[in-house]
């Protein structure tokens, strides 16, 4: 079910901010760049920026690619994992949703069928 790590997603505070330091670290600009995500390519898996209030910064989430989010997370749930976040289309096809794992956890499932792993 579970494919492959895709993208890794920080809750942070000051967009701008992290998006000059991640730039910095980097040593390259976000190929994706607007106030509600800023999304980096390194070595193709994402590493993304979302703005959030200091009261709702849960920390890093991992998403983990699926082929199918429907039947991903049902069968997480039926494994014992809590609906967190629904499924929601985010554009270009991709789709994402969070479940908790049985020990509380953030688990973020991506359905994109524009990844391709780059050899």
């Not at 991992?62 to 069968?75: D, K, L, R």
């Not at 039926?78 to 499924?87: C, I, L, S, Y």
């Amino acid at each position: 079910m579970l494919q492959g790590l895709r993208t890794t997603v920080y809750h942070v505070r000051d967009l701008d901010r992290s998006k000059a330091w991640f730039s910095e670290l980097l040593g390259f600009g976000p190929y994706f760049d607007q106030p509600f995500y800023v999304g980096f390519d390194v070595g193709g898996y994402e590493l993304g920026l979302l703005p959030a209030e200091p009261d709702e910064l849960p920390g890093a989430v991992t998403y983990w690619g699926v082929e199918n989010i429907e039947e991903a997370v049902a069968a997480l749930i039926d494994r014992g994992a809590n609906a967190a976040d629904p499924v929601t289309d985010v554009g270009e096809g991709i789709r994402l949703a969070t479940v908790r794992d049985p020990q509380g956890n953030l688990l973020g499932l991506i359905e994109n069928p524009n990844f391709s792993l780059k050899s």
